[in-house]
């Protein structure tokens, strides 16, 4: 798509995350379709991981643990960069990081016993809930949309040599003083969803959570089937955070109601908030087939992913 304009929500979206995360990275830019998508995916990382209370290594290690759970190595690899540019070689030595660590690594099963004594202060809980809530969502983005690493890998050059210059590169912004709440002008205020109510201490993570869930339902209403939205919720209600069946036939059977181009929605919808790793471009195709355009996809991807994510943000409160 062309370049937004510098006076648009996109540009201006595009002109803070370079200034404030050091790039106009993938993982925020794939939203570029949906302005209102892109700006509360920015404000939602923004709030939390950016500028949320409690050190920054800390919510990178929560970043980069979420990722490597859900088997997103694009995610692991730019967040252990950034640990990198926030805690330079400490971060494996740190009893710290080493117990953020392990609550985030517990953050997809209600019943972990981490849970229950996190390593953070209820003052700093909304920006580490909502760091991990925010990549729970982004990992499934991720995954299903991009390539396996955001590291620029040539000939001659390993991988701990590439994540030490990206480390090197984003070390400016990442110490850059970040003021909680300046993003939040970019979308208008929203309320907050109860079942988000976690963030509810921080205005600022408040009031980011808040516009984002308003976004992503503006779009999945129009991308999703409400009989596709009513089943995937009810599916998400009641996950416990596991990986399904790898047989497929829990998808099958949800959906065998379903007409032929609602059962494409429906598959790509469950799959991205329960198994977004074993979507395919047969799925996609599908699907766009009986909903074609780049923003239906986005919407319902978006929607489904953070559907998920929002579940597990109400057993980590």
Same mark, same amino acid.
């Given at each position: ?247 497929? +036939? ?7 109601? =379903?007409? @032929? #181009?609602?059962?494409?929605? &429906? /598959? *790509?919808?469950? $799959? ?5 790793? +074993? ?7 599908? =699907?766009? @087939? #009986?909903?074609?355009?780049? &923003? /239906? *996809?986005?919407? $319902? ?17």
């Amino acid at each position: 798509m062309p370049r937004p304009s510098r006076e648009s929500l996109q540009g201006r979206v595009l002109r803070e995350i370079k200034r404030e995360f050091g790039a106009e990275v993938e993982p925020f830019t794939l939203h570029l379709p949906l302005p209102e998508l892109l700006a509360g995916a920015w404000m939602t990382c923004r709030e939390t991981l950016l500028a949320g209370k409690g050190r920054r290594d800390g919510r990178e290690m929560v970043a980069a643990a979420v990722s490597s759970i859900n088997n997103c190595p694009y995610c692991v690899d730019a967040h252990s960069m950034m640990l990198m540019g926030t805690s330079g070689n400490q971060r494996n030595r740190d009893p710290y990081l080493r117990a953020v660590a392990a609550w985030a690594a517990a953050t997809r099963d209600p019943k972990a016993r981490s849970l229950a004594a996190p390593p953070f202060t209820p003052d700093e809980a909304p920006a580490f809930i909502g760091t991990s809530v925010f990549f729970h969502y982004i990992n499934r983005m991720v995954t299903i949309l991009l390539g396996s690493s955001p590291l620029p890998l040539k000939s001659g050059i390993g991988k701990t040599v590439s994540m030490r210059l990206g480390a090197w590169y984003f070390k400016p912004a990442i110490h850059l003083e970040k003021i909680p709440g300046t993003s939040l002008g970019l979308l208008p205020a929203a309320e907050l969803p109860d079942d988000l109510s976690w963030a509810e201490s921080s205005v600022e993570t408040a009031g980011a959570f808040a516009r984002f869930a308003g976004a992503i339902e503006t779009a999945g209403s129009a991308a999703v089937p409400e009989s596709v939205r009513n089943i995937t919720g009810e599916m998400v209600m009641n996950w416990n955070g596991g990986d399904p069946d790898i047989s497929g +036939r829990w998808c099958d059977n949800a959906l065998a109601r =379903f007409e @032929a #181009s609602e059962k494409s929605a &429906g /598959r *790509l919808s469950l $799959l991205a908030a329960l198994a977004p790793y +074993r979507i395919t471009e047969e799925h996609i195709r599908e =699907f766009s @087939a #009986s909903f074609p355009g780049d &923003g /239906r *996809l986005l919407g $319902l991807l978006a929607w489904s992913s953070f559907t998920a994510a929002r579940r597990i943000g109400s057993w980590l409160r």
